[in-house]
């Protein structure tokens, strides 16, 4: 089992994506721990751009991997198969770079609903 699937286990998350339109289900979140909740876009992809591939995985990448792997759970949606680690990070990093403000908890829900298994 990679280094990275194990820490991904470690992300809590619980989060109901349901409701009318995007905006609904991203406010619709009953609850979300961890460090995916207090750290900004913006830190996370300029601490992402100095990450080497062959790194160990970060504590955060792990969490948004975890999250979204916990709301394909929980609500039923499941991904497709070629969702791997990377291309959730990717989706994340995509949705942080047009708001760097926004958490990025809030930018995996976002990845998740509009990118990852749209509706």
Not at 20 to 35: F, N
């Amino acid at each position: 089992m990679s280094k990275f699937l194990v820490a991904a286990l470690f992300g809590v998350a619980c989060a109901r994506l349901s409701g009318e339109g995007e905006q609904t289900r991203l406010q619709s979140r009953q609850c979300m721990y961890g460090i995916g909740e207090t750290e900004r876009c913006g830190a996370w992809r300029a601490e992402h751009a100095n990450t080497s591939s062959t790194d160990d995985p970060r504590p955060i990448d792990a969490w948004i991997v975890g999250f979204v792997s916990g709301a394909g759970w929980s609500s039923g949606a499941r991904p497709p198969l070629s969702v791997t680690p990377e291309t959730i990070l990717a989706a994340v990093d995509r949705e942080c770079a047009q708001d760097p403000s926004a958490q990025v908890a809030d930018a995996a829900a976002k990845a998740f609903l509009v990118r990852i298994v749209p509706k």
